[in-house]
């Protein structure tokens, strides 16, 4: 009996700290009074991130729900990620980072150097220059940035710049340049078939320059044992040695 009364009693200890613990948590001293943003931004304003976080944060400093808080911060636009915070006693500390636009995706989406596809003001992201084009299935995004910095590398000793990547339907790619070239460099079949390819590209591109008497319009390296070159004064086409 005495044992079981003692039980009673704590139980009732547990439930009236409770009931004080959730009157406490509720007092309007808690009542978040600042959001401080943190971050490297340049995209991102104050207006939008007011228009896209009005209503969505309720709560306190104890009450709101912080994965909420997030995934209202990451809903502005130039948003890639946000991490949230809380500050005695009254402040969330939400620091965000901003997508950094590498090229503009076909269906009119910017794609980030991360391989990630959003929604923005086109203006905003070409305020350091042109964006690269990019056109394919949605899958490829991440792959198709992979590409084009591994093309970017390649052709920068040879002066020819990347305007384009194209993948098909078939995940076949192609890339055109700054001049208006057009590459076709096919399908990764076997795995690193196409890095291949561009490893002869870069090769060949003197030589076939050469041929031409001027550099290539269109260079096509589908072929199992060479390339066919058009442009200039004709066209060429050079095998594998």
Same mark, same amino acid.
């Given at each position: ?36 943003? +943190? ?57 965000? +980072? #901003?997508? @950094? ?33 990019? =056109? ?9 940035? @992979? ?18 990547? #194209? ?10 340049? =700054? ?8 399908? =990764? #079949? ?31 390296? @589908? ?19």
């Amino acid at each position: 009996m005495n044992w079981l009364a003692r039980l009673c009693v704590i139980g009732a200890s547990l439930l009236v700290l409770g009931a004080a613990a959730t009157w406490l948590m509720h007092r309007s001293w808690f009542d978040l009074e600042r959001i401080e943003l +943190r971050g490297d931004l340049t995209h991102v304003s104050s207006a939008a991130i007011r228009a896209s976080i009005a209503g969505r944060i309720s709560g306190n400093f104890f009450t709101a729900k912080l994965e909420e808080v997030r995934r209202a911060f990451e809903a502005v636009p130039w948003v890639a990620a946000a991490s949230v915070r809380r500050v005695w006693p009254n402040r969330l500390v939400v620091t965000l +980072r #901003e997508h @950094r636009a590498l090229g503009l995706w076909s269906d009119g989406r910017l794609l980030s150097d991360a391989g990630r596809l959003f929604a923005a003001n086109l203006a905003e992201a070409e305020m350091y220059g042109p964006l690269a084009q990019f =056109d394919g299935p949605e899958m490829f995004a991440g792959e198709a940035v @992979r590409r084009y910095y591994e093309l970017a590398a390649r052709l920068a000793p040879l002066s020819l710049g990347v305007s384009g990547v #194209e993948i098909s339907e078939r995940a076949s790619w192609a890339m055109t340049t =700054d001049a208006g070239q057009r590459f076709e460099l096919g399908r =990764d #079949e076997p795995a690193g078939r196409l890095s291949e390819r561009i490893v002869l590209l870069v090769a060949a591109y003197p030589r076939v320059s050469a041929q031409l008497g001027a550099p290539p319009r269109r260079i096509d390296l @589908r072929y199992p044992n060479g390339l066919a070159a058009a442009g200039g004064k004709g066209s060429s086409t050079a095998r594998k040695s």
